[in-house]
């Protein structure tokens, strides 16, 4: 159980991570921070009410917590699920990404001009599945990965979901004392 919510504090700590990016003060990271936001913020639910499974008082509260109105409808908007089960698109360099900082922990290899045309690096996440960790995307965007096509102030609910996943991680904790 305590190997569970450590992994979940390292998801956590990816969506710290993204939400740096979509607050910071360069416009390009805004879009990979906000998927990073949504892909970790996800895996770090699924992994939470896997916990939640085995604690029946936090699994009643958990029940009850839902994200802020917006995040499954960005969610939709920008992570649309792969065609293929792999993207033999991507150029995988295992020495690159030198450039944007320390390697995330769990980062397998660095990648560059996926399907996306993204730029990141292949995180190993808690169960084997990997995801991609978008460090910077090019100035064209394909299509629905916009945020003017919400109509939502993203950065304001990147905050709100981001606090609503801390809250989750504090009763977790206190679940496991």
Do not use: C
């Not at 190997?3 to 990816?14: P, V």
């Not at 990404?97 to 995330?104: L, S």
């Amino acid at each position: 159980m305590k190997k569970r919510l450590q992994d979940a504090e390292a998801l956590l700590a990816l969506v710290e991570a993204g939400l740096k990016q979509v607050t910071g003060a360069t416009p390009e990271r805004r879009v990979p921070g906000m998927r990073n936001i949504l892909v970790f913020g996800s895996l770090y639910t699924t992994l939470m009410e896997a916990i939640a499974s085995k604690d029946p008082l936090f699994a009643s509260w958990l029940d009850v917590q839902k994200p802020p109105d917006g995040v499954e409808t960005l969610r939709r908007l920008m992570l649309r699920p792969p065609k293929t089960r792999r993207d033999y698109t991507s150029v995988q360099l295992a020495s690159a990404g030198k450039a944007f900082g320390p390697r995330p922990a769990g980062a397998r290899v660095f990648f560059s001009s996926d399907r996306l045309g993204g730029t990141g690096w292949e995180i190993e996440i808690p169960g084997g599945h990997v995801e991609k960790y978008y460090v910077a995307l090019p100035d064209a965007l394909p299509s629905g990965h916009s945020f003017d096509d919400t109509g939502t102030n993203v950065e304001s609910l990147a905050r709100r979901y981001v606090m609503h996943l801390r809250e989750i991680m504090k009763h977790a904790k206190i679940a496991m004392r």
